[in-house]
Structures are given as structure tokens and as C-alpha cells.
């Protein structure tokens, strides 16, 4: 599967933005998927994720109430909101998918991902 994702730019303190993240290739619902992001110099963190069904989500303790995780399976996309970003937030952010499983845990490590996207520029200024 192929992942594509858009929406990142330069955005100010307090704003808000939408990153999509569209897929080809195999059923997309098929696919627990995630966002994950990695700013300058840091490690690639989880930020939230949603499985197959749209049902269970999870949300990384440094966005919760600030993220919101969605998908459209019938556009074959999952999208991550975003609100009252500060700069802490400027980041790469990337999609993953991670071939879905019969367990309703939400999958939060990248190392349950088998695919991975090219990753978007997300810049919060001050």
C-alpha cells in the first residue's frame, strides 16, 4: 500500500490545521492507521491512531484534546485535526498503516506499522 501525506505549512501559535493522509493499493480497510511525527533532532514519536473500523482511537498525552483522528474508507483516507498548535508541535508528521488485527487495541508503536508515508512539514511560529 501506498501512502501520501498532505496538509502540512507554516502555521502561527493557537492556529489549527488538517494533514490527510491518502492511500492506494490494498483495501484501506484492511488497515489500523497512524500519525506519527519526528521534530529536529528528536526521536519519531506516536501521535495518534485509529483502528480499521474508526471505532477506537488513541491520542499521544501531548495532543489529547488538541487532536482528532478520523478516516473516510470510502475515500481511502485518515486525517489528523489539529487546534491550538504551539511550537512544540513543528514536527514531520507521518502516516502509517498497520495491517489490521482481530484485537481492538489501537496499535501505538512504530514498529507494529508496516508501511509508512513520506511525512509533511508541520512549522508552528511563535
Known amino acids: 500500500v501506498q501512502l501520501q501525506a498532505s496538509g502540512g505549512g507554516l502555521v502561527q501559535a493557537g492556529g489549527s490545521l488538517r494533514l490527510s493522509c491518502a492511500t492506494s493499493g490494498r483495501t484501506f480497510s484492511s488497515y489500523d492507521m497512524g500519525w506519527f511525527r519526528q521534530a529536529p533532532g528528536k526521536a519519531r514519536e506516536f501521535v495518534a491512531a485509529i483502528k480499521w473500523s474508526g471505532v477506537n482511537k488513541k491520542y499521544a498525552d501531548s495532543v489529547k484534546g488538541r487532536a482528532t483522528i478520523s478516516r473516510d474508507n470510502a475515500k481511502n483516507t485518515v486525517y489528523l485535526q489539529m487546534s491550538s498548535l504551539v511550537p512544540e508541535d513543528t514536527a514531520v508528521y507521518y502516516c502509517?498503516?498497520?495491517?489490521?488485527?482481530?484485537?481492538?487495541?489501537?496499535?501505538?508503536?512504530?514498529?507494529?506499522?508496516?508501511?509508512w508515508g513520506q511525512g509533511t512539514l508541520v512549522t508552528v511560529s511563535s
Open positions: 502509517a498503516a498497520a495491517l489490521r488485527s482481530d484485537s481492538i487495541a489501537v496499535p501505538t508503536f512504530m514498529a507494529q506499522y508496516d508501511y
